[in-house]
């Protein structure tokens, strides 16, 4: 299983970013999704989540109204449109599946300039 995420970088506060995850080594239709994050000092938080099939999606309270989760089974990707951003959405963002065992991808970086 390797998952790779990557559009993080440098956005202000109110602006967008749009996150994806590249899913490969299983059957990436088959399984739950979620994206996560986290930041300096602070335990890594569960943001959104999307069932196989995309029909049901799981948001954070934090992030509810703002992000947006997504997946293309076709494509093999998951994605995250966040909008509205504040300082404190910056972070690190993980995608992860469970196939068999946790797997997470290395992750890409968020800032948020206030």
């Known amino acids: 299983v390797q998952l790779v995420e990557s559009g993080g970088g440098l956005a202000r506060a109110g602006g967008s970013l749009l996150l994806t995850c590249e899913g490969s080594?299983?059957?990436?239709?088959?399984?739950?999704m979620r994206w996560y994050r986290q930041a300096p000092g602070k335990e890594r938080e569960l943001v959104a989540g999307i069932s196989s099939g995309g029909d049901a999606t799981y948001y954070a309270d934090s992030v509810k109204g703002r992000f947006r989760i997504s997946r293309d089974d076709d494509r093999k990707t998951m994605t995250l449109r966040m909008t509205s951003l504040k300082p404190e959405d910056a972070a690190v963002y993980y995608c992860y599946v469970s196939v068999r065992r946790d797997c997470w991808g290395r992750g890409t970086q968020v800032t948020v300039s206030s």
């Open positions: 080594g299983y059957s990436f239709r088959t399984y739950m």
